[in-house]
């Protein structure tokens, strides 16, 4: 029927005027913290927290955006494992072609809970990608801590200063980081990786040990994009 020929005809016109254009987009979630020796060993608990970050870079190595979380402060006693996924928001942003992304993370533990719970909450109101000024050039060539991916992150979001200060007087207890390269992509649409991280060190003669889980994703989602 030429009616409804004509009706296809529209619909594929209008399905090649929207072309679909794929997205690059990663995606980190923490999974679980579990304490295996506590820093502050005398009080039996440690009160800690979580910082961390999304970069992603485009096919020139330039830092190009970034988003910040940040879980807890919670208070944990030995042997205890905490579960993340509900409690530690998920980050996600849009990764440019050729690109890759750096996931990074920070364990501390704190001595002033409302101080740093102040601070948590600060990261979490501007939980949305915000872009990295040229002034906050990440190139490859430099050798970059997740500390400092956090504290750059958190500087292009208008937090910098502060983190810093407050890690100055609080305990680092360990940090992580994964990259994922869109060249990982299985069969070119998704990869997805699991980072354990085993976070240990000695602060006062005191030793540590705290097991981090947490997952980094990569994956390539078709999008419809209207011309007009
Ligand atoms: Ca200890
Ligand atoms: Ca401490
Ligand atoms: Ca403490």
Redesign the pocket.
């Known amino acids: 029927m030429p009616t409804k020929f004509a009706v296809f005809v529209v619909l594929l016109l209008g399905q090649v005027a929207c072309a679909p254009k794929t997205v690059l987009t990663a995606e980190m979630q923490p999974r679980t913290i579990k304490a295996l020796n506590l ?2 060993t005398l009080s039996q608990r ?2 800690v927290m979580l910082a961390y970050a999304l970069t992603a870079y485009d096919a020139n190595n330039r830092a190009v955006s970034v988003v910040n979380g940040g879980w807890g402060v919670s208070s944990v006693r030995k042997n205890e494992e905490i579960a993340l996924a509900q409690k530690a928001q998920p980050l996600q942003l849009n990764v440019p072609k050729n690109g890759r992304v750096v996931a990074s993370v920070v364990l501390i ?3 002033d809970a409302g101080q740093a719970q102040t601070m948590l909450n600060q990261i979490r109101q501007i939980h949305n990608v915000v872009s990295v000024p040229a002034g906050l050039l990440l190139t490859a060539t430099e050798v970059l801590t997740p500390l400092k991916y956090i504290t750059i992150g958190l500087t292009a979001a208008g937090l910098g200063v502060k983190l810093v200060d407050q890690f100055n007087d ?2 680092l207890l360990g940090q992580s980081s994964a990259e994922l390269n869109e060249k990982d992509l299985v069969s070119g649409t998704t990869t997805s990786r699991t980072i354990s991280a085993n976070l240990t060190g000695t ?1 006062l003669r005191d030793t540590y040990a705290y097991q981090l889980q947490y997952d980094v994703r990569l994956k390539r989602v078709k999008m419809t994009v209207a011309r007009r």
Do not use: Y
């Open positions: 820093e502050e440690d009160e533990e704190v001595d609080d305990d602060n």
